[in-house]
Nanobody, 126 residues
Framework: QVQLVESGGGLVQAGGSLSLSCAPSERTSRVYAVGWFRQAPGKEREFVTHIRWRDGTTYYADSVKGRFTISRDTTKNTAYLRMSSLKSEDTAVYYC???????????????????WGQGTQVTVSS
């Protein structure tokens, strides 16, 4: 079955930048949207950003707005997360998630997403 694979995590100094990628392990013919979530130790999984595949419409959590940019390459079926002006509080495991079709569930919760990656660690040193 379809699985998502994240890449690009690592260690970066505060104020720096880092880019993440998310791609399916198998070819897929159906995607409605892709989201990024993150989870810091001892905290619940938190919504970061979301992009609708058809037209590229994006949404961002207030905490990352103006610093993070989500994008997609429809030819490669790959989503990206560009993180800039990183802060210590951005430290977390970052997960990508794919929504296979339209859902009445809210995009900023995990509920509408059908596929998840294993996560990639992002550590911002202060």
């Amino acid at each position: 079955q379809v699985q998502l694979v994240e890449s690009g995590g690592g260690l970066v100094q505060a104020g720096g930048s880092l880019s993440l990628s998310c791609a399916p392990s198998e070819r897929t013919s159906r995607v409605y949207a892709v989201g990024w979530f993150r989870q810091a130790p001892g905290k619940e999984r938190e919504f970061v950003t979301h992009i609708r595949w058809r037209d590229g419409t994006t949404y961002y959590a207030d905490s990352v707005k103006g610093r993070f940019t989500i994008s997609r390459d429809t030819t490669k079926n790959t989503a990206y997360l560009r993180m800039s002006s990183l802060k210590s509080e951005d430290t977390a495991v970052y997960y990508c998630a794919a929504q296979g079709g339209w859902s009445d569930k809210l995009y900023y919760t995990p509920d509408p997403y059908d596929y998840w990656g294993q996560g990639t660690q992002v550590t911002v040193s202060s």
